[in-house]
């Protein structure tokens, strides 16, 4: 069982950056695809981001890509979202997930973390 927990977010004027982490809990992280979801309340949870375990491997959503950054370092068990030139449209609890093999479905994934919240200012 892999625990996920986030961390990082906040409250951000337009047009700055921030900052995500997702620290696992079990060294076995290294073998599981992880990724970035985002939800508003009201609306389906939505993919932002995934990296496979080698980290040669990226994807990103038309909505974040050139702005947002996937990374991962796999000897501290933490997962990285660097978002610059953030939009008010980008406000949303972020979630990071893990498993098998990365997909832009979030029924895909095995675990999930509790969630951060992000919240840009116009």
């Known amino acids: 069982q892999v625990q996920l927990v986030e961390s990082g977010g906040g409250l951000v004027q337009a047009g700055g950056p921030l900052r995500l982490s997702c620290a696992a809990s079990?060294?076995?992280?290294?073998?599981?695809?992880v990724g970035w979801f985002r939800q508003v309340p009201g609306k389906e949870r939505e993919f932002v981001a995934t990296?496979?375990?080698?980290?040669?491997?990226?994807l990103y959503a038309d909505s974040v890509k050139g702005r947002f950054t996937i990374s991962r370092d796999n000897a501290k068990s933490t997962l990285y979202l660097q978002m610059n030139s953030l939009k008010p449209e980008d406000t949303a609890n972020y979630y990071c997930?893990?498993?098998?093999?990365?997909?832009?479905?979030?029924?895909?994934?095995?675990?999930w973390g509790q969630g951060t919240q992000v919240t840009v200012s116009s």
């Open positions: 990296i496979t375990w080698s980290g040669n491997t990226t």
């Open positions: 079990e060294r076995t992280y290294r073998l599981y695809a």
């Open positions: 997930a893990a498993g098998d093999n990365y997909s832009r479905s979030p029924s895909r994934w095995d675990y």
